[in-house]
């Protein structure tokens, strides 16, 4: 077990305090160590049961509460932060060219409707990220067929609440993404409900089309044990682009706390004028299957998305810098030693490595508090009720590309 500080932020502990300071970014050419983007979900299983644990630590909490701070042991976490996980919007990033090349409104809208179909993540039951601590950083990019590039960034921004904001930036293609996101989990018994709070903006340089779209709910049933194990993307969601004049709404429809209700995956909605309320398209299907859409106008029916065939034709893996490049706050450095342990199935380990990282950051905050530091964002700015990009960092990250 490492004695010293969690990523070494004893060396330079006033970047530790304040939050660090950015120096460079854009430069691809130094993104290179190639992985997969689900990599931390291959990790070995710890065998502790997961309805144990769920008892164990929900047993004496009330229906209904947040269980934001519940402190999950290492034994039902992946080796990789939630930080790391928002890589997966881009698991089928090869559709960012194809989305940019399209010719009318509709049709990139549609492309922005398959594109998040796209990005949605097959959950495992029972795991879960590390959840990132204020200031921790992620960056990694996607070398596209084309030889364009997507560069992400991403960093907790606020701990209390927890709040993740996520950068995207394709300068060849002139799209970018950026969202945030707070997740508010509740505990229902047998089930625990996620709301993701946080828009997600798209944009597309070349056609002035800025695209808002709002995520699903996420259950998890069965951690007592009670009908089946399952994670599942669940409710009502939105995409509006005010330039095209178009809205698409959406429900997720599963099995639900019980596993009582119809099939799992189920995607249903309609795609209609924002001015008129007209439906143009109706889309029904299984997100992880295939989901088809319908002109209601021509009453033609087509396949928007097929499950295998994008991941075959559209899948992408990440390039991350080396270690020697990486921030002593990046995911990858804060939480190595943690990931080390559960990789190689050594969970006491794993716990105590886990909780050097979290003790380092709490005595962090109390150091801020009694030194009067204001902690700094190093790759965003708060923007109305959300985050951006900051604005020095986007011309930077423009001009390397």
Known sequence: MSTAAPGNLDGDLSASLQGMKVEEVGDHHKYTDEREIDYGEHAPDSGVSVIKVAKELLGSVKKGSDVTGVNLPASVLDPMSSLEKGAKSLQRGELIPVICSMKTPEERFLGI?????????????????????????????????????????????????????LHLHNPTHGFTMNSFMRPEPKYWGNS????????????????????????????????????????????????RCEASGLEASFEYKGKGMMGMRG?????????????SGKTLYEINGIWDQQVKVKDVRTKQESVLFDYEQVKKDYSMKMW?????????NNSLVLWAKCSEAIWAAD??????????VEDYQRSLRKKREEMNIVWESAYFDVDGDGYKFKSHLEDRLKAAN
């Open 263 to 275: 099939d799992a995956n189920v995607v249903t909605g309609t795609v209609k004028e924002i001015a």
């Open 192 to 239: 625990v409900e996620v709301r993701l709070s946080g828009l997600i903006r798209i944009s597309l340089d070349k056609y002035n089309e800025t695209y808002e779209l709002v995520r699903p709910q996420i259950w998890t049933s069965g951690l007592l044990g009670i009908g089946k194990q399952r994670v599942e993307f669940l409710g009502e969601t939105t995409i």
């Open 347 to 356: 969970t006491p380990g794993a716990n105590e490595e886990k909780k050097l």
């Open 320 to 328: 991350v810098p080396p270690k020697e490049d990486l921030e002593p």
């Open 113 to 165: 409707v398959k594109f998040q179909l796209a990005g949605l993540p097959k959950e495992r039951f029972g795991k879960k990220p590390y959840n990132p601590v204020l200031g921790e950083v992620f960056r990694c990019c996607f070398k596209h067929k084309d030889s364009s590039v997507t560069m992400l960034y991403a960093e907790q921004v606020s701990h209390h609440p927890p709040i993740t904001a």
